[in-house]
């Protein structure tokens, strides 16, 4: 089993930066693919970004490429979304995934392992 806690989330200006954290306990985590995954009021859990093993390939939802980048230390056992150009459609609760995939890496059902997610909130 692993325990995940996010942290980093918070009030941003349209335009600005954020980096979320990704803490991991209870095991390391450099066998196991990780991603992030946000969800707004009344909408659906969506795929923002993952990092498959020990990386580094990464993957990108359209939404965010170019603007997002997810990376991991497994000395730290932590994995990280440094988010720019933050627009207020980014605005969600942020979680943190992980696991031997189960399915496709953009599903949040391939994932067995979450953390309670951080908010971000972009103003305009």
């Known amino acids: 089993q692993v325990q995940l806690v996010e942290s980093g989330g918070g009030l941003v200006q349209a335009g600005g930066s954020l980096r979320l954290s990704c803490a991991a306990s209870?095991?390391?985590?450099?066998?196991?693919?990780m991603g992030w995954f946000r969800q707004a009021p009344g909408k659906e859990r969506t795929f923002v970004a993952a990092v498959r093993g020990s990386g580094p390939n990464t993957n990108y939802a359209d939404s965010v490429k170019g603007r997002f980048t997810v990376s991991r230390d497994n000395a730290k056992n932590m994995m990280y979304l440094q988010m720019n150009s933050l627009q207020p459609e980014d605005t969600a609760v942020y979680y943190c995934?992980?696991?031997?995939?189960?399915?496709?890496?953009?599903?949040?059902?391939?994932?067995?392992?979450w953390g309670q997610g951080t908010q971000v909130t972009v103003s305009s």
């Open positions: 209870g095991r390391t985590v450099s066998t196991l693919s």
């Open positions: 995934a992980a696991g031997f995939l189960r399915g496709f890496y953009a599903s949040a059902s391939a994932y067995r392992n």
